[in-house]
């Protein structure tokens, strides 16, 4: 069963940084592409950022270009996204997902394929102004 659990989340202040996590289990990690997506309230799921297996090729949605680093550790099975210069806009539910297959791209090519919500518990952002 695939199990991601999400942590890294809290109260920011506009300006500030945020370093996120995602432990991944149940299936092999270094053999599929990974994602972050967000949620912010009364909103749908946002396309943030994606990796390939091997963390060689990423790819980021225009509103984090420049100020987000995903990466991924294959041997603890974690993938990171570091968020810097937050803004209240990025504020919301932070959530990993898994690609069907190895590459970067799958969700950036295919917005509409994205879930509908969270797998996980997610973890939360808030930003302050």
């Known amino acids: 069963e695939v199990q991601l659990v999400e942590s890294g989340g809290g109260l920011v202040q506009s300006g500030g940084s945020v370093r996120l996590s995602c432990a991944a289990s149940g299936f092999q990690f270094a053999s599929y592409g990974m994602s972050w997506v967000r949620q912010a309230p009364a909103k749908g799921i946002e396309w943030v950022a994606g990796i390939n297996n091997h963390g060689s090729v990423t790819v980021y949605a225009d509103s984090v270009e420049g100020r987000a680093t995903i990466s991924r550790d294959n041997a603890k099975n974690t993938l990171y996204l570091q968020l810097n210069t937050l803004t209240t806009e990025d504020a919301g539910l932070y959530c990993c997902?898994?690609?069907?297959?190895?590459?970067?791209?799958?969700?950036?090519?295919?917005?509409?394929?994205?879930?509908?919500?969270?797998w996980g518990q997610g973890t939360q952002v808030t930003v302050s102004s």
């Open positions: 997902i898994k690609h069907p297959d190895s590459l970067g791209r799958y969700y950036y090519d295919r917005p509409l394929s994205l879930p509908s919500r969270c």
